[in-house]
């Protein structure tokens, strides 16, 4: 299976300063179509996942621009550009190329 | 609007069975894969099961297999997980998401396992 792991465990972060999650995987998320499925998701407390980024740097509907994927192959990373109270909650990624499906660990991201 | 509605959750016995629903609205529910997803309390998201758009092909994670079955009904939009030999590590709350790569959620199911 593929390992996702994400760092860090804990984000402390300062309101309208910039965050940023790393997500590694054991092996290549490129898929034989040619497409990379990484996906971020935001799951803020008490509530629902919700998927912010598919295919490394897309934006779900709705998802505001401060959040930014990017990156190839097996080091991926999500970027808010000034983090905002609402944001608070736990991040994951999930690679959606290989079964079976897996996700990171998550990380905890908090106002100081 | 997507919509995702679970349901079926409960206690139930380690040994027991339980079959999960979620309804959807909203999309053409004949178009798109399902998933199923969980979370054990205080835990990250486990991926469990996922099903094609047609019914055909079915994907399991290995804590699951043998045990758990996905299926649909494009008649009811709904998609089925029927879980059997459950034991107390199955214990979660139970999303279904849209698509193989879980592009919309819904609200959650709980199931117990518990003696």
């Known amino acids: 299976d593929v390992v996702m792991t994400q760092s860090p465990l804990s984000l402390p972060v300062t309101l309208g300063q910039p965050a940023s999650i790393s997500c590694r995987s054991s092996?290549?998320?490129?898929?034989?179509?040619?497409?990379?499925?990484l996906n971020w998701f935001q799951q803020r407390p008490g509530q629902s996942p919700r998927r912010l980024v598919y295919?490394?740097?897309n934006r779900g509907s709705g998802v505001p621009d401060r959040f930014s994927g990017s990156g190839s192959g097996t080091d991926f990373t999500l970027k808010i550009s000034r983090v905002e109270a609402e944001d608070v909650g736990v991040y994951y990624c999930?690679?959606?190329?290989?079964?079976?499906?897996?996700f990171g660990g998550g990380t905890k991201v908090e106002i100081e | 609007e997507v919509q995702l509605l679970e349901s079926g959750g409960g206690l139930v016995q380690p040994g027991g069975s339980l079959r999960l629903s979620c309804s959807a609205s909203?999309?053409?529910?004949?178009?798109?894969?399902m998933s199923w997803v969980r979370q054990a309390p205080g835990k990250g998201l486990e991926w469990v099961s996922s099903?094609?758009?047609?019914?055909?092909?079915?994907y399991y994670a290995d804590s699951v297999k043998g045990r758990f079955t996905i299926s649909r009904d494009h008649s009811k939009n709904t998609v089925y997980l029927q879980m059997n030999s459950l034991r107390a590590e199955d214990t979660a709350l139970y999303y279904c998401?849209?698509?193989?790569?879980?592009?919309?959620w819904g609200q959650g199911t709980l199931v117990t396992v518990s003696s």
């Open positions: 092996q290549s998320l490129i898929h034989s179509d040619g497409n990379t499925y």
């Open positions: 998401a849209r698509t193989m790569h879980c592009d919309s």
């Open positions: 999930m690679q959606g190329t290989h079964w079976p499906r897996t």
């Open positions: 909203g999309f053409t529910f004949s178009n798109y894969a």
């Open positions: 099903i094609g758009s047609s019914g055909k092909n079915t």
């Open positions: 295919q490394v740097s």
